[in-house]
């Protein structure tokens, strides 16, 4: 029971890393587009 608790909130982890990659990256193309850049 422990082990699948465990392996349930590294799922939602995973989820939640994959989620701010993504708004990360739409965010940075939509700067280019306008032609703004964000600085690293």
Known sequence: MF???V???LLLFAALA???LLVS???SDELS???VEKKP
Do not use: K
């Open 33 to 35: 587009n306008m032609g």
């Open 25 to 27: 990256n739409i965010n």
């Open 7 to 9: 392996a349930i909130c």
């Open 18 to 20: 994959a989620a701010d």
């Open 3 to 5: 082990i699948a608790a």
